[in-house]
């Protein structure tokens, strides 16, 4: 169950960031002034774009927050059971 739920917000957070990044892309690229600093950030951004998910589940897995998510996850289904 913990391995379903670590890969299941996994992919949420993956494909959120996804989004985000391909909007910030093509935001930098419809711009009319460009920067070196915007230039940077469109680098950047089709960098994530690109390697996702692997950016994102490394990102994922060494911070720890997979694992205090599903901590979380089961404090509150716990505490829906007891209610019962």
């Known amino acids: 169950m913990g391995i379903w739920w670590r890969e299941f917000l996994s992919q949420i957070v ?10 910030l892309f093509t935001q ?3 711009s009319d002034d460009f920067n070196w600093v ?8 089709g960098f994530v774009i690109i390697k996702g ?7 994922w897995f060494t911070t ?8 979380g996850a089961k404090m509150v289904a716990n505490a829906a059971i007891r209610r019962r």
């Open 14 to 23: 993956t494909l959120l960031l996804k989004i985000l990044s391909m909007l």
């Open 28 to 30: 930098i690229l419809m």
């Open 38 to 45: 915007k230039i940077a950030g469109l680098i950047g951004m």
């Open 53 to 59: 998910p692997s950016v994102a589940k490394s990102m």
């Open 64 to 71: 720890g927050s997979g694992r205090s998510t599903i901590s």
